[in-house]
């Protein structure tokens, strides 16, 4: 346990940042499932083009929180692109 009060304050403030964290990989995550569960199912591509756009911005709001690093976002990103394209084919 901590005992300086500086030592205190920082370990109650990594579990505050671990939190918001937390919500914003579980957001990004929620997307993903939802863009490919869609793509399973066949929707149109209007409503497939909006759910990769909603997870873009999930994946893309995890990088700029730091939450994931930026090349992760891009892979992540970059696949699920792939996955549209091959099921369009």
């Given amino acids: 346990m901590a005992i300086k009060k500086s030592a205190k ?8 940042n671990r939190e ?4 914003f990989k579980i957001a990004m995550k929620k997307a ?6 869609a793509l399973e199912e066949k929707k149109n591509t209007s ?13 893309d709001k995890a990088a700029k929180r ?3 690093k930026k090349q992760n976002a891009a ?5 699920l692109a792939k996955k549209m394209l ?3 084919a």
């Fill in 9 to 16: 304050k920082a370990a109650k403030r990594a579990l505050k």
């Fill in 20 to 23: 918001v964290n937390l919500m």
């Fill in 32 to 37: 993903i499932k939802a863009y490919l569960k």
């Fill in 47 to 59: 409503d497939l083009s909006e759910l990769l756009s909603a997870a873009y911005k999930a994946i």
């Fill in 66 to 68: 730091g939450v994931i």
């Fill in 75 to 79: 892979r992540r990103k970059s696949r």
């Fill in 86 to 88: 091959s099921i369009a």
